[in-house]
């Protein structure tokens, strides 16, 4: 009893001495970038978090385990999706526009700062028709010679790599109907965090629509961007890629968007964002780890700069038309939910206090 009682109280002298440390290291750090009172240092505390986190990596801790090999059925031979990732990849995130991204490019960056893991890449809108050949060497290009795992996002379509040579995919969805009018409204209102409108609205192309028009007035009036595929069927064009028939034949582009979601490792849910990072960390923890905690601490921020300024709701009977309009993709989202949500529940996602 006495020896536990002398470990214990260790223990306690250790933690102490700890909660000492870090806090000489904070003010220090304040002090020498000019904080000039005890309430600019507490101010700071949260943008000099990464540089404590660097000195003691536990303090940023995981809170999903990483899942363990018999909580898993056999694997089935060309599906990555929902199967972990051991080794250290690269990642490539197909991101949609108005699904999410930015704040697990958020995470990625406040995880990136703590652990120094990995190398984070953008690149310009690629979701135009291109060829495959083109596009799978732009990406290469991107990765040669890359020293460490790389974490790549940007707007593109999918590509299929015959062999295991690629990166390991990964996306968020967002519900069609909601992601089309935040898109809408975004492209031509900005939010905080992307407020350059002018911008913006020349990606839309000068025949695209009145800019002060509503979303209702857009389907009434069949501007472009309420009409045509590559807006009205965006994820199923994502997900099929680059195939010539992907933006041509919806029902080609929904079944081979079904097929290859099946080559991600994980296909998020943005309602279930908080799940879909904790998903990331149990699949991919060389990456993602402390991801779920981070995007803890960032997610009221991150909602509130990326939320569209100005919007307004479709009435229902443009509702109704934007159902028959996007039929395709609505369909993809509800068969990429139910496979989130089976994925949940294999890695047992939600049933501790934590994870």
């Known amino acids: 009893m ?33 904080s000039s009172s005890v309430s600019d240092f507490f101010k700071r ?24 090999d018999e909580d898993l059925g056999p694997a089935t031979p060309g599906v990555k999706y929902g199967r972990p990732v051991r080794q250290r ?10 699904c999410g991204s930015r704040s697990l490019i958020w995470v990625m960056w406040n995880i990136n700062g703590a652990r120094n893991n990995s190398d984070i890449k953008d690149f310009d809108y690629r979701l135009d028709d291109s060829t495959i050949e ?22 593109q379509r999918f590509i299929n790599y015959e062999k295991d040579e690629g990166p390991v995919y990964i996306t968020i969805l967002r519900e069609p109907i909601s992601r089309f009018v935040s898109w809408y409204y975004f492209m031509r209102h900005g939010d905080a965090d992307m407020n350059d409108t002018k911008a913006l609205q020349d990606q839309l192309g000068s025949n695209s629509t009145v800019l002060n028009e509503t979303i209702d007035d857009c389907f009434k009036n069949k501007r472009e961007s309420c009409v045509i595929d590559y807006y009205l069927a965006m994820n199923v064009m994502v997900f099929c890629g680059y195939h010539q028939d992907c933006s041509r034949d919806r029902g080609f582009a929904l079944s081979e968007a079904k097929k290859n979601l099946e080559r991600y490792m994980v296909v998020g849910i943005m309602e279930e964002y908080e799940d879909t990072v ?7 923890p060389s ?60 890695l047992k996602i939600g049933t501790t206090r934590d994870c």
């Open 2 to 34: 006495a020896a536990f009682r002398l470990r214990h109280k260790s223990s306690y002298i250790v933690w102490v001495l700890t909660i000492v440390i870090c806090a000489l290291f904070l003010l220090k750090i304040a002090l020498s970038q000019g």
């Open 45 to 68: 505390g949260q943008d000099l978090l990464p540089q404590f986190e660097r000195l003691f990596p536990d303090q940023a801790p995981t809170l999903c385990a990483p899942v363990k």
């Open 89 to 98: 990849s690269h990642v490539m995130y197909t991101s949609v526009p108005k």
């Open 134 to 155: 083109k596009e799978k060497g732009f990406l290469d290009s991107l990765l040669q010679g890359a020293s460490r795992p790389t974490f790549l996002h940007g707007h």
């Open 278 to 284: 904790r998903v990331l960390e149990k699949l991919m």
């Open 287 to 346: 990456i993602f780890g402390g991801g779920a905690k981070m995007y803890q601490r960032i997610q009221a921020e991150s909602a509130s700069i990326s939320k569209t300024k100005f919007k307004i709701a479709p009435s229902s009977a443009t509702l109704e038309v934007m159902k028959a309009s996007m039929k395709e993709d609505i369909e993809f989202y509800d068969f990429a939910k139910q496979r989130f949500h089976d994925l949940k529940q294999t």
